[in-house]
């Protein structure tokens, strides 16, 4: 099973410059996230998606944007490219079959793009 | 503010050398607590799941322990191939998305 698969692996950027972060899952888990972790700091959730057609924004959303159209693809897009953006970016899914936390698979996340902006 | 720290920020030990790990928390409601291993380069790779105070789950030489206020990662004997980051989650909302991650803990064991 490939799980949680993330292209490109890395990525420099200019200043001002946009780029879409690809992901895909083939788990058929209905919820999807998108996190960066910056060196010494824990992750940071930027957008999730509880099924196609429904995303919503994290901790951290400004300057990305997010589309999920099919249960598989969560693409985050970056728009103006900004160095405060230089952070490596890890896809995540997991399952939910009800509303208690014990009804929700733990995150399976993927190795991450680790992009530069300069 | 939801908070989770975790410490020690690095830790060394020599193989066969036990340890633990804690993180704490401050957060109301928690639904579930994760500990996640990470390697350099890759994404975190999912350990264990706690729900309640007084739960423990052990696999191999790791075992986690949960109270109100903390969890443990326990390693007993470890070998160098445990060397990694661990990372502590806490889960405050209802549905899978509400993960708040603290820092990780360094851990770098040696022959």
């Known amino acids: 099973n490939a799980g949680v698969t993330q292209t490109p692996k890395f990525r420099i950027l200019k200043i001002g410059q946009s780029m879409t972060l690809q992901c895909a899952q083939d788990?058929?888990?209905?919820?999807m996230y998108w996190y960066r972790q910056d060196p010494g700091m824990g992750l940071k959730l930027i957008y999730y998606?509880?099924?196609?057609?429904?995303?919503d924004k994290g901790e951290v959303p400004n300057g990305y944007n997010v589309s999920r159209s099919t249960t598989e693809d969560f693409p985050l897009r970056l728009e103006l490219a900004a160095p405060s953006q230089t952070s490596v970016y890890f896809c995540?899914?997991?399952?939910?079959?009800?509303?208690?936390?014990?009804?929700?698979?733990?995150?399976?996340f993927g190795n991450g793009t680790r992009l530069t902006v300069t | 503010e939801d908070q989770v720290t975790q410490s020690p920020e690095a830790l060394r030990l020599q193989e066969g050398e036990s340890s633990s790990l804690n993180c704490s928390y401050t957060v109301s409601g928690l639904r579930g607590l994760f500990w996640y291993r990470q390697d350099p380069g890759k994404g975190p790779e999912f350990l264990f799941t706690?729900?309640?105070a007084g739960e423990e789950k052990e696999k191999e030489r790791l075992k986690a322990t949960l109270t109100k206020k903390e969890s443990f990662l326990h390693i007993t004997a470890p070998k160098p191939e445990d060397s990694a980051t661990y990372l502590c989650?806490?889960?405050?909302?209802?549905?899978?998305?509400?993960?708040?991650f603290g820092k990780g803990t360094s851990l770098l064991v040696t022959p």
């Open positions: 788990m058929n888990h209905n919820y």
């Open positions: 998606s509880v099924g196609a057609g429904i995303t």
């Open positions: 989650a806490v889960q405050v909302g209802e549905s899978g998305y509400a993960l708040n």
């Open positions: 995540a899914s997991s399952y939910s079959w009800g509303r208690r936390a014990s009804y929700n698979s733990p995150l399976h």
């Open positions: 706690l729900y309640s």
